[in-house]
Each structure stands twice: as C-alpha cells, then as structure tokens.
C-alpha cells in the first residue's frame, strides 16, 4: 500500500478523538529511579526547537528515587538528566505517568520507561543510533590503525565497506521508523538524530518523504504546537530549495553551467571553481574544525595522492565560524589543495547556491564540467573516481 495512502488513512480513523485530547491541558509526571545517584541531583530540561531550558532541580533520595511535574498541552520534549551523563528524553503528554528506571553510570542509554509509548520510541531510537555510532567509532579506529603501505588495502577497503554498511542501515532504520510511526511524536525526533555533530541521519532533501510524512501527522494532531510549526517551516525551505535550486536541474538536465564560487585563500588570492574547468574536480563542503574533520581529510587525502596526476583537483570550501582556528587547522593538516574559508560560515551563499544540507557534503564535477557524483565518501568515493577518471 502507498504509504501516503496508508497514513491518510490512519489519520481518519484518529483525528476525531486526538482532536479532543490535544487541546486540553493537563498535568504530566516524570519520575525516576536509580540505584547509584542517592544525594545527588536530577534535572528537568525543555527541549525547546532551537534551545534547551532549564526546568526544574531535585535532590534524590536514598532510596534513589525522585519526581517531577510539569503541564503541557500537545506533547513536550523533556530531558531528564542526572550528573554530567548524557540526557533521557521523553516525551511528555497530558495525563501520563512516565517512570526512568536505570543507574546514573550510562544513564543516556541503559535505562528502562514506562508509561508512555512515544518515551519508549525515543529509547528505541537512541539506543539503535548508539548501537551504530559505536561501530563507526570502532570501524574508524581501525581504518586509522592500518599502517598505510599497499598491502593493507584490502583491509582499508573491507573497514569501508562496513562503514558505509552501517550507516546505510541506520538510514534505513530511520527512514522506515518515520513512516511507520508517523503518527506518534517520537518520529519528529527521528527526523532531527544526528549521525554526528553535523550531519543528520535523514538528508532533508534525499529524504523529503519521511519530512512530509511526519508533517502530514504532526499538522492533524497538533497543529499549534511549536515543533509542528517549525518542522513546516524548514519542509517549506527545502521544497524552495529544491525547486529553485540551481543544481537539481543541473542534474536532471545535464546542464553545462554551475553556480561560481569566489574566494580569497589564506594569503588573500582569488580562487575560483571555474578556473579548474577542464580537470576532474571534487567539490568538497567542511567543517575543518570539527571533531571528525581528519578521518575525512584523511580520505581525502588518498583520492587526491591517487589520482591528482590523472587530473583530479579538490576544491575544498569551509564553513568554520573561527578564523584563527581554520587557520590553524589548516596549517596541522597538511591539505595542498585549493582550502578556502568562507567568511559568512553558517549563511554561506555558496553553499546555499549548491543547496547544502548538512557537513560534509561534496559533488564530483567531469572534465566537461557536468556533476558525476554526490555526497561520495569512503569506499564509494574511490570507486565513482575509478569509474570517472580513466
């Protein structure tokens, strides 16, 4: 069945008595039990859709146990710390009785809750995204490990492979959660999980139907809620983006011409992506400060040792916020390709011109200046550069 079909449906049968429940307020209470945090504090934080506010503090017990409550009208993203550990987040709806249970050790991801359903879908998203950032933390430690001669390529290409096996499986996850939870309010959530600090697990553009799918169900239920009206928000900005965007068409159309981009290099030299018209030219979107930067780098790096003599060029725009930093970054790096800082970082018009979506994100361009590839990272990089550059 369509799922769009599927979801129509599922709002029809419920919208008539979530209409009834949602705008009634009501009282929520958001208790915890731990076995190794006596006399120690516990925090209560709104998620807000742009911040977090801090709530309300409590003392826990001796017996380990401590209790909030709050009032809400649609539901409410509350996270409920302990320490310097990472958060629960639950989901608090008018009239229930949600229960943490597990130790302060871990307490982001070992524990147990009860009373809400929408609460135990976030506990399955968090600990599916902790199961594959662990194992994309371990394959890299390993990809790094391997010494860099030759003989260790099969392996190289093995620890890829797996990468790119477990991210695609966390997508896949997140995609098929959305659809078949859009109705609860666990899957707006799910569309905002980071794969790291810069990029989402669910690419707005690549997976605008999960986006509608989960707007389509928050804008029935809860219409006046903030989220509801944010998500709007940004599902309208990508669908401009999309519509207007220069480089969908480019791609549909196998048009000739790309958006420019001029930039001073650190010594205050123009470079432009034009000027390399004629080379095979990887088009690269970064973050050089950020914490992941150098295993991208490093990839890099082996594309451009490989096949740099057969005309590939990289030109590496950043988006740091810190000049000083990139600098010094750069510098540590060791990059001897075109590395530009865009001075207007976060609002780059360059990168809006080519419809970036999250970091890192790159577009291989031929030598008749048509784009090849896109979002290409790890073991399908080096194979779409096998197939372009002969």
Request: aromatic share 8%; net charge positive.
């Amino acid at each position: 069945m369509n799922c769009n079909i599927m979801i129509k449906r599922i709002l029809l049968l419920l919208l008539p008595a979530v209409s009834l429940l949602s705008c009634r307020p009501g009282n929520v209470e958001i208790s915890g039990q731990t076995g190794d945090a006596a006399n120690t504090k516990a925090y209560l934080e709104r998620q807000d859709v742009d911040r977090i506010v801090p709530v309300d503090s409590v003392k826990i017990g001796r017996s380990g146990k401590f209790s909030f409550r709050v009032q809400v009208t649609d539901p409410v993203y509350y996270n409920v710390r302990i320490g310097k550990e990472a958060p629960v987040t639950v989901i608090a709806e008018a009239g229930k009785k949600i229960l943490i249970e597990g130790e302060q050790t871990g307490w982001g991801t070992n524990y147990r809750v009860s009373g809400s359903e929408a609460s135990e879908l976030i506990r399955e998203l968090v600990l599916q995204l902790h199961a594959t950032t662990t194992a994309m933390d371990s394959l890299q430690k390993k990809y790094r490990a391997l010494p860099g001669e030759p003989a260790h390529d099969a392996e190289r290409n093995r620890l890829a492979a797996a990468w790119d096996s477990v991210v695609s499986g966390q997508i896949r996850f997140s995609r098929n959660f959305t659809i078949e939870h859009a109705v609860s309010p666990a899957a707006y959530y799910a569309l905002y999980q980071k794969l790291t600090p810069d990029s989402f697990v669910l690419d707005p553009v690549s997976e605008l139907t999960s986006y509608k799918a989960v707007l389509s169900s928050l804008m029935a239920f809860y219409p006046q809620s903030p989220y509801t009206k944010a998500l709007s928000g940004h599902y309208e900005q990508i669908r401009k983006n999309i519509q207007s965007g220069r480089i969908r068409s480019l791609i549909e159309q196998s048009e000739n011409t790309l958006p420019a981009i001029r930039l001073a290099d650190q010594n205050g030299k123009e470079q432009t992506l034009e000027s390399l018209k004629g080379n095979y030219i990887l088009l690269d979107f970064t973050l050089l400060t950020a914490q992941a930067a150098q295993s991208h780098t490093n990839d890099l790096k082996q594309a451009y040792a490989r096949y740099h003599a057969k005309g590939l060029e990289i030109f590496q725009v950043c988006l740091d916020s810190n000049k000083l930093l990139w600098e010094e970054a750069l510098k540590n790096s060791g990059i001897n390709w075109i590395c530009l800082l865009d001075p207007e970082g976060a609002e780059s018009r360059a990168a809006r011109s080519w419809n970036i979506q999250g970091i890192p994100a790159n577009y291989l361009i031929n030598r008749q200046y048509e784009i090849v590839g896109k979002n290409l990272y790890g073991q399908r990089l080096r194979d779409r550069l096998a197939d372009v550059i002969k």
